[in-house]
């Protein structure tokens, strides 16, 4: 049964700095080849944050995040991580970690084979 633990949510304000972390088991590498994060804020739809490709590590990323947030992995590829920086008030959801196959994960949710259970990020101006 395939888990996705997250860590690293909590409270900063605008401008400060988090890092998420996600550790994926219990999968097959045959079909999950690219994991990521959405996130979801009160009252609003969930979309796309950032995805990675674990064989080539080609990164993708939402345009409101671009510049501050780095999407990475360890070397095991099992673990994503989201830095995120320069953090604004509208940076606040829930942040959700996925698993998924292809390099275009991040704009085809339907690829999605997983979800984590979220991790709150809350950032005050």
């Known amino acids: 049964q395939v888990q996705l633990v997250e860590s690293g949510g909590g409270s900063v304000q605008a401008g400060g700095s988090l890092r998420l972390s996600c550790t994926a088991s219990g999968y097959s590498y045959r079909n999950t080849d690219s994991m990521g994060w959405f996130r979801q804020a009160p009252g609003k739809e969930r979309e796309a944050v950032a995805c990675i490709h674990k064989s080539d590590g080609r990164a993708s990323y939402v345009d409101s995040v671009r510049g501050r947030f780095t999407v990475s992995q360890d070397n095991a590829k099992v673990s994503v991580y989201l830095q995120m920086n320069t953090l604004k008030p509208e940076d606040t959801a829930t942040y959700y970690c996925?698993?998924?196959?292809?390099?275009?994960?991040?704009?085809?949710?339907?690829?999605?084979?997983?979800w984590g259970q979220g991790t709150l990020v809350t950032v005050s101006s």
């Open positions: 996925v698993l998924g196959y292809g390099v275009t994960l991040c704009q085809n949710p339907g690829r999605i084979e997983s």
